[in-house]
């Protein structure tokens, strides 16, 4: 080749490796892409052609190199030319405080501004270079010495290979700069996802997904990871100018670093305690875990007066949030049972206070969650409270084991009515069949006199839980023949709250066909089903009457809403219990057609979902995400898979992650599953 040759594809090399850097620049670190992927895609794949056939053109700054190197067998460590140092730790205004009153004295002024920053809950490293080119990353390690990931971090988009060079002078000759590596919290929940499918072991939270990413031997797998960086500090800064550590971080953005948004400068120590309440708040809309806020005196020259201690400087101090996740010990689990049978596992807990509030239970789901998390009685366990959600054992502490642990055993009889149990196929849910079983009647009832059923209103689950274990309701018909003098031997039920009740049965009486096909609590059968079943035959009678074909005729009801329907009917107990309640003067009224009647039976005029874009995140526990969308679409809904800015509601079951998160900032509607269930039963 001749030279003349040689040159210009060198200069193509370099034209790609600048505007790939660029664009590269432009969507990590700014978040403001300005070309397509594809684009982008086919200018890497140009010059990674280039590159194999000229090898000398392969820099180390060039963008072909994010796709990681040849596998290591061990990480080198080097010392970090100065020590990373820690930080001292707050946990309340008065530590702040102090911290502000020991800096005003030494530095004999009370005339001190701060920046604070969300401490962000991700891995320490530092990243260093030479004449503008990245040569080195090292992790934080124990603060002096460090292992060596060079490899990985060039892996990391917003790891600039290569500064830019600031438009006034040149780039500083040797750099370090400090950050904390994270994983935001919806690319987690990707990855975890993935990692479940692959049966893999899941990471149990981004900071290890983290951690564990980046210290891959292959950094061709830490390129596959959804790594990201900010960076809040500098080691040796050869050549780069700074009075205020505010001023330091405009100039780190300049030459090309990520600089976190939520960085705020010139606060008194005042203004330092609000923001921390407002970062609290705002912690739940951001796209990544922090858990505190770092407070920095930003004048550079005070930063020095004040000088370091034996592992931290004094001039900062880390302001921490109360603690989501604790450690406490498992000491039983226990079986609940439902209304439909289904026996859910409940970890009972050493009481721990996290994050303000007192946690004694923690929910374990089915079995199938214990097996995969290896989760035993007597372990000591890690917990997370998120929201107001129920609190959920993390991960067992595996260390902690002393070999006394019991694997839990998921009982072949109802803990309640010890009648065996059944774990149905292909399906994670273990059952109690039996019929009478106590447990399941007293869910039953609560079902029945629920506003969407009977509505009784004043039958709460406590008086419901006395009335059945005193032998007093053996099944919905009883319910029809409480009197006052029943009611008000209840454990807190005074005369008047008697007669409320009795009352309150007295009028539920007369039931909408819709609402007592509904209060059955039938398999399969909510209360959209229950519409249309009303629309398909109007009477009780004709519904009894249906054969299974017709009824899986119907547009949206399923084959196994038919089965249960029939089954429900056939059954001669169940057709007595029909009868003692109607000999008892329960009066069930015809389904009124649609559009004579707005109030009753009429879910697409008066649901809140009609004409709204709906968006179901989480896992629900009463139904399935397939129910909750047919439902909603019956109710006039849309449900799409995306939160954007056209969604309306946002219904966030159990561990809902980014969507959550996008959809509070973006100020979507949020419903948990209760509230969904209350609105589709209203509907
Ligand atoms: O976001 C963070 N995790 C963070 C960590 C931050 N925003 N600032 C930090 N500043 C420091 C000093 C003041 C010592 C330069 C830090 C850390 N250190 C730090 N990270 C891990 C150990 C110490």
Redesign the pocket.
């Known amino acids: 080749m001749t030279d003349q040759n040689f040159n210009d594809i060198k200069q193509e090399a370099l034209l790609l490796q600048e505007q790939l850097a660029e664009h590269n620049h432009s969507y990590h670190v700014l978040d403001d892409p300005v070309i397509s992927d594809g684009e982008y895609d086919r200018m890497m794949k140009r010059l990674i052609e280039i590159e194999k056939l000229h090898p000398a053109l392969s820099t180390p700054d060039s963008p072909t190199r994010r796709v990681g190197a040849t596998p290591l067998t061990s990480f080198d460590t080097a010392d970090h030319s100065t020590p990373?140092?820690?930080?001292d730790n707050a946990f309340n205004d008065q530590d702040i405080i102090d911290f502000h009153n020991r800096v005003a004295k030494l530095l004999e002024t009370d005339e001190i501004r701060y920046t604070v920053?969300?401490?962000?809950d991700g891995l320490?490293v530092e990243l260093r270079y030479e004449q503008g080119i990245l040569t080195l990353a090292l992790t934080?390690g124990d603060g002096t010495t460090g292992e060596v990931i060079t490899d990985n971090a060039r892996t990391i988009n917003s790891v600039p290979l290569k500064l830019t060079p600031p438009p006034q002078g040149k780039n500083p000759g040797f750099l370090e700069v400090?950050g904390?590596v994270i994983i935001n919290s919806r690319d987690f929940e990707t990855l975890n996802k993935k990692r479940l499918e692959m049966d893999e072991p899941l990471f149990a939270n981004p900071r290890n997904a983290a951690a564990g990413s980046l210290r891959q031997l292959d950094s061709r797998v830490t390129a596959q990871r959804p790594l990201e960086i900010f960076i809040?500090?500098t080691g040796i800064a050869r050549g780069l100018e700074a009075n205020s550590h505010a001023g330091l971080l405009d100039t780190l953005k300049t030459l090309g670093f990520r600089i976190n948004p939520e960085i705020r400068t010139g606060l008194t120590v005042t203004e330092v305690l609000d923001r921390f309440k407002e970062l609290e708040v705002l912690r739940e809309n951001l796209p990544y875990e922090i858990d505190g806020m770092?407070i920095?005196v930003d004048d550079i020259a005070f930063q020095n007066t004040l000088g370091v201690k034996a592992k931290?400087?004094r001039w900062?101090i880390a302001y921490k949030f109360p603690a989501m996740e604790e450690t406490t010990v498992i000491t039983d689990i226990k079986v609940q049972v439902g209304r439909t049978g289904t026996l859910t596992p409940v970890a009972i807990l050493e009481p721990v206070s996290i994050g303000g509030v007192m946690v004694a239970r923690a929910s374990l789901h089915n079995m199938d969650e214990i097996q995969r998390k290896d989760i035993r009685i007597k372990d000591t366990v890690l917990v997370k409270r998120a929201g107001d959600v129920i609190p959920k054992v993390v991960k067992p502490v595996i260390a902690k084991r002393t070999g006394d642990e019991e694997v839990f055993v998921m009982p072949d009889h109802c803990p309640v009515c010890h009648s065996p149990v059944r774990r149905l196929e292909n399906e994670a849910a273990v059952k109690c069949i039996n019929a009478s079983c106590q447990a399941q009647l007293k869910q039953r009832i609560k079902h029945f006199v629920s506003k969407a059923g009977f509505d009784m209103d004043g039958l709460g689950a406590k008086l419901v839980d006395q009335l059945v274990d005193r032998d007093i309701l053996h099944s919905f018909a009883d319910l029809f023949t409480l009197d006052k003098v029943t009611l008000s031997a209840m454990d807190r039920m005074g005369d008047k709250s008697a007669a409320n009740v009795v009352r309150a049965i007295e009028k539920s009486k007369r039931v909408p066909l819709k609402r007592f096909l509904f209060a059955l609590g039938m398999d399969h059968t909510g209360d959209s089903a229950a519409l249309l079943l009303c629309e398909a035959f109007s009477t009780l009678g004709a519904v009894m009457a249906a054969k299974n074909e017709e009824i899986a005729a119907i547009d949206g009801i399923g084959p196994k809403t038919a089965a249960s329907v029939v089954m429900f009917f056939e059954n001669q107990e169940n057709l007595a219990m029909i009868e003692e309640m109607v000999n008892n003067g329960v009066v069930i009224e015809d389904h009124q057609a649609l559009g004579n009647n707005l109030g009753e039976g009429t879910g697409v005029q008066k649901s809140i979902f009609n004409g709204k874009t709906v968006v179901l995140t989480g896992s629900l526990v009463t139904m399935t995400r397939s129910e909750a969308k047919k439902r909603l679409q019956e109710q006039g809904a849309k449900v799409t898979g995306s939160v954007s800015a056209k969604t309306d509601i946002l219904v966030a079951g159990e561990s809902s992650g980014s969507k959550l998160t996008k959809a509070r900032s973006l100020g979507v509607t949020v419903m948990d599953e209760d509230e969904l269930t209350a609105q589709l039963n209203k509907g």
């Open positions: 990373m140092q820690s930080l920053e969300p401490k962000l320490a934080r400090r904390e809040y500090g770092v920095k931290s400087p900062a």
